[in-house]
């Protein structure tokens, strides 16, 4: 079961020190779509070249033009780089053929996909890497949690790996864990808090019981 970090509302020097803290405690980072817009995917490549022990992953959330897109992550040093459900077909097939030229990995985000069990059903057999349960920043202010959607494509995808992001801290990740996950994304609830390091720390020691 693999960490990964998000980071969403810091700069690129910000999102260093954040890292250098708890970078014991991790496996991936995630440049995360506002860094992505604000900073541009120099921001993916300062954060590998600062910690190439790390994975990076670039949160593009792909509508169009996959290959392409994969191919700028990519070559900025993405190990991942992250495209939407909802989006077609072509989108995610343009995407996977891309990733592996680069030796690069997919992940598909299923956030505000509305036939969950049916798009999984269909994403697994396009060959991606990961199927991602997100609900939303917005979602989360009004109470939702993404449990039982995980649930829910745990027990369809057979190929991919699963991911589960949106909201989850370390009071909440006993739940996650009893789920089985192959990645979980944790961003405020590392972000967020005053001793970074001790709460990364006890989410790993939770993760590999």
């Given at each position: 079961m693999e960490?990964q970090l998000?980071?969403?509302?810091?700069?690129?020097?910000e999102?260093?020190?954040?890292?250098?803290?708890?970078?014991?405690?991790?496996?991936i980072?995630?440049?995360?779509?506002p860094?992505?817009?604000?900073?541009g995917l120099?921001?993916v490549?300062?954060?590998?070249d600062?910690?190439?022990?790390?994975k990076?992953?670039?949160?593009?959330?792909?509508m169009d033009?996959?290959?392409?897109e994969?191919m700028?992550?990519?070559?900025a040093?993405?190990?991942?780089?992250?495209?939407?459900?909802a989006?077609?077909?072509?989108?995610?097939?343009?995407?996977?053929?891309?990733?592996r030229?680069?030796g690069?990995k997919?992940?598909?985000?299923?956030?505000?996909?509305?036939?969950?069990?049916?798009?999984?059903?269909?994403?697994?057999?396009?060959?991606?890497d990961?199927?991602c349960?997100?609900?939303?920043?917005?979602l989360?202010?009004?109470?939702?949690n993404?449990?039982?959607?995980?649930e829910t494509?745990?027990?369809?995808?057979?190929?991919?790996?699963?991911?589960?992001?949106?909201?989850?801290?370390l009071a909440?990740i006993?739940?996650v864990?009893?789920s089985?996950?192959?990645l979980v994304?944790?961003?405020g609830?590392?972000?967020?808090?005053?001793?970074k390091?001790?709460?990364?720390s006890?989410?790993?020691?939770?993760?590999?019981?």
């Open positions: 960490l998000a980071l969403d509302l810091v700069n690129i020097p999102g260093k020190e954040v890292v250098n803290e708890v970078q014991d405690h991790i496996d980072v995630e440049i995360g779509t860094v992505v817009i604000n900073e120099k921001a490549k300062e954060m590998k600062a910690f190439p022990h790390l990076v992953l670039a949160d593009l959330k792909i033009a996959g290959a392409y994969v700028k992550a990519s070559e040093g993405a190990d991942i780089v992250t495209v939407l459900g989006t077609d077909d072509a989108t995610i097939k343009g995407a996977v053929e891309e990733a030229k680069h690069s997919i992940l598909v985000d299923m956030i505000n996909v509305k036939d969950l069990e049916q798009r999984a059903k269909e994403v697994d057999n396009l060959g991606v990961y199927i349960v997100h609900t939303g920043y917005d989360q202010a009004e109470g939702e993404p449990f039982e959607q995980f494509i745990k027990a369809i995808v057979k190929n991919a790996k699963t991911a589960v992001a949106g909201g989850i801290k909440t006993p739940e864990v009893q089985q996950p192959d994304i944790v961003g609830g590392i972000t967020g808090q005053d001793d390091k001790a709460v990364a006890e989410i790993r020691k939770v993760m590999n019981k």
